[in-house]
């Protein structure tokens, strides 16, 4: 994922039990008795108590909607299927083991470019499933199609390999209990392990689906969701509808933030520190320049999302020079600039840009800047219509039946910072959703708990097969 992830704002409501399914979580015999963070069998997706209190809240959360466009595809009664049962099952039997293949796929470096090691390792897994059409393109994104028998739709799950963590990183994972610790845990390797597993469960149950069920795993998301870019325009695919399977299992995402990445150089010819009282400076100028655009008034904190605070502006890289006694012919810095909507987004990128130019000016140093990361949304449904689209309530409905015991619903949230954001982008309805519950995403001290995994991965069994076979 693009930002740290913590639970976005939910409601409270009822949720009902169903029972007289297999082992989805406290029968005997199931992983979860094992574990009190196991998730439960709540079903039904409640919206009429959501939250619209305020006109800011309602931009971004599920308002009232009519009944109908609230159930999505998942019914409970679907988990009555004998294939779906099987598949089901084998994720409860094969518990251990997934846990321990997810340790070992943590420890596989893949730093966000460098993705190769783990792309050798899903496509070897890809072809133990038989997936058809199983390619790795120019910049290591990995995929494969599981084919339908006809008659559905086609959807796209993806997972990117890469972590924001550099080479040489720490990547042991220690186990402590029912918790995992290590960088990349979370973010994303729990996911693609989750959507590994998701395929190999439909093939141990004989589940056939109408629609193709595609397996993606991209590259380079966490700089700029390059790999989803170049998958989705160079594939020759136009799924019909696209998962990211990112973040926690706390979370359903249909939006797109608006993003934008920039990295700002000063220049000079250099001198000696001997020479350099009053000389210009590229470093002063990339400081200056820093606190300049940290007292860009930024519009009010948007309501309902949580934890994030929107509109954001952050400079995360700083850089220049070669040696300690000279001024550096060169200095930069990077600019991550996020809103939830085109206007406000256009404003503050002129407001930044226009500032830095004038910094370099000001210091009489040379200025060039570099566009990292644009994405186009003209093409993008209505916010409307995306929310009331089958992904993102059928999304809603399976994330809500599997979620954890005596834990609120949760709702649909008009953000998002996964590959989604480029289905979006293209007008493919999409939707973000995460399999485990995870904490502190690209920190060092990253931690998943290790149960929570097991039902996620059910949930994504249920998602695609009601998905593809409607």
């Known amino acids: 994922m693009l930002f740290e992830r913590k639970p976005v704002h939910v409601i409270q409501a009822q949720a009902h039990s169903f029972s007289g399914l297999p082992c989805l979580s406290r029968e005997p015999g199931c992983f979860f008795r094992r574990s009190s963070a196991a998730y439960g069998t709540q079903s039904g997706v409640s919206f009429l108590n959501m939250l619209t209190g305020t006109p800011a809240s309602a931009l971004f959360m599920l308002a009232a909607l009519p009944l109908g466009a609230q159930t999505g595809w ?129 093939d141990r149950g004989g589940v056939k689906t109408n629609g193709d069920l595609i397996f993606l795993a991209t590259v380079q998301e966490e700089t700029g969701l390059a790999g989803a870019k170049h998958w989705l325009e160079n594939s020759g695919y136009r799924p019909d509808m696209f998962v990211a399977v990112d973040g926690a299992a706390t979370e359903v995402w249909y939006g797109a933030l608006r993003i934008n990445q920039f990295k700002f150089f000063y220049t000079s010819p250099g001198a000696h520190t001997l020479e350099s009282r009053g ?138 910072s996964t590959d989604a954001n480029i289905a979006v982008s293209m007008g493919i309805p999409a939707v973000s959703v995460g399999a485990a519950i995870q904490r502190m995403p690209h920190r060092l001290e990253e931690s998943a708990e290790a149960s929570t995994i097991i039902p996620g991965i059910k949930s994504l069994i249920a998602l695609g097969f009601a998905l593809t076979t409607h």
């Not at 990183?169 to 995992?180: A, F, H, M």
């Open 74 to 202: 998942f019914q409970p009664s679907l988990l009555a299927k004998p294939e779906l049962r099987k598949a089901m099952q084998s994720v409860e039997d094969r518990a251990p083991g997934i846990v321990e293949e997810w340790i070992r796929l943590v420890e596989i470096p893949a730093p966000s470019g460098k993705e190769q090691a783990r792309a050798k390792y899903i496509r070897a897994e890809m072809e133990k499933l038989g997936l058809s059409g199983i390619h790795t393109d120019g910049i290591f994104n990995v995929s494969g199609v599981r084919k339908g028998i006809g008659g559905g739709r086609s959807v796209v799950f993806a997972a990117h390999m890469d972590t924001v963590f550099p080479e040489g990183t720490d990547l042991t994972v220690k186990r402590e209990g029912d918790i995992l610790r290590a960088p990349g845990v979370g973010d994303d390797t729990s996911n693609l392990m989750a959507t590994l597993e998701m395929f190999r469960a439909l």
């Open 279 to 416: 000389t210009p400076s590229p470093a002063r100028a990339v400081a200056k320049a820093v606190n300049a655009l940290y007292e860009i008034p930024l519009p009010p904190v948007a309501e309902g999302l949580g934890t994030f605070k929107l509109p954001t502006l952050n400079v995360g890289m700083m850089g220049g020079g070669t040696v300690v006694n000279a001024i550096p012919r060169e200095a930069w810095f990077t600019v991550d600039l996020r809103s939830l909507d085109s206007a406000t987004q256009d404003r503050l990128e002129s407001a930044v840009v226009s500032t830095a130019r004038r910094i370099g000016e000001l210091e009489g140093v040379g200025f060039r800047m570099e566009r990292k990361m644009a994405i186009d949304y003209s093409h993008a449904l209505p916010r409307q219509e995306r929310l009331n689209h089958a992904v993102v309530q059928t999304a809603v409905a399976t994330v809500n039946h599997f979620r954890k015991p005596g834990s609120p619903e949760i709702a649909p949230a008009d953000v998002g």
